[in-house]
T-cell receptor, first 115, second 112 residues
Framework: NAGVMQNPRHLVRRRGQEARLRCSPM?????VYWYRQLPEEGLKFMVY????????ESGMPKERFSAEFPKEGPSILRIQQVVRGDSAAYFC?????????????FGPGTRLLVL | DQQVKQNSPSLSVQEGRISILNCDYT??????FLWYKKYPAEGPTFLIS?????DKNEDGRFTVFLNKSAKHLSLHIVPSQPGDSAVYFC???????????FGTGTRLTIIP
């Protein structure tokens, strides 16, 4: 039973380019969450998605960032026109359908470096 | 506004002894609390959780204690093993809101 998969594990972009980060949830999980960790900080919530729906995007920067979780395929976090401040580790987590409280299980992360 | 605080950035403990990691929170709406362990260049690994209706939850060498009146929780690891050396994050979320709020982490080093 594979865990949460993320690719690429490392991504280098120059300023102004686009970054696409992919996340495949655990089998049986229909909820996906994206978090960002800046150096020496804790993880910060960005967005919560279910299939074809954004449930909570209160942590997403207003510009350049978008996320989707299509009916088929992985969830995508897209960062347009990257800047140096976007350099961070981006973690995806997944959970089964929420009843009361559900534990989120994390993938290995994508480390984005903007030159 | 740091709603979840881990005031000790680092902790060193002798192998075989008890490790106690602390976490304080300010949001009284938090209802579910989790501890994650993280090795460098990996994602956080879920360790143990506790709901606000309980004050203790135990799983093998790991026990989490919740003191709601003090808005404080702690993770006890006993006995501590070298493989426990990692960064430990406390996280919390309110009932009905899946957005986890994380602390800044405590780096635990187990000394052989």
């Amino acid at each position: 039973n594979a865990g949460v998969m993320q690719n690429p594990r490392h991504l280098v972009r120059r300023r102004g380019q686009e970054a696409r980060l992919r996340c495949s949830p655990m089998k049986g999980h229909s909820h996906v969450y994206w978090y960002r960790q800046l150096p020496e900080e804790g993880l910060k919530f960005m967005v919560y998605l279910q299939k074809e729906n954004i449930i909570d995007e209160s942590g997403m920067p207003k510009e350049r960032f978008s996320a989707e979780f299509p009916k088929e395929g992985p969830s995508i976090l897209r960062i347009q026109q990257v800047v140096r401040g976007d350099s961070a580790a981006y973690f995806c987590a997944s959970s089964p359908p929420v009843r009361i409280q559900e534990t989120q299980y994390f993938g290995p992360g994508t480390r984005l470096l903007v030159l | 506004d740091q709603q979840v605080k881990q005031n000790s950035p680092s902790l060193s403990v002798q192998e075989g002894r008890i490790s106690i990691l602390n976490c304080d929170y300010t949001n009284s709406m938090f209802d579910y609390f989790l501890w994650y362990k993280k090795y460098p260049a990996e994602g956080p690994t879920f360790l143990i959780s506790i709901s606000s209706i309980k004050d203790k939850n135990e799983d093998g060498r790991f026990t989490v204690f919740l003191n709601k009146s003090a808005k404080h929780l702690s993770l006890h690891i006993v006995p501590s093993q070298p493989g426990d050396s990692a960064v430990y994050f406390c996280a919390a979320n309110p009932l009905g809101n899946e957005k986890l709020t994380f602390g800044t982490g405590t780096r635990l080093t187990i000394i052989p």
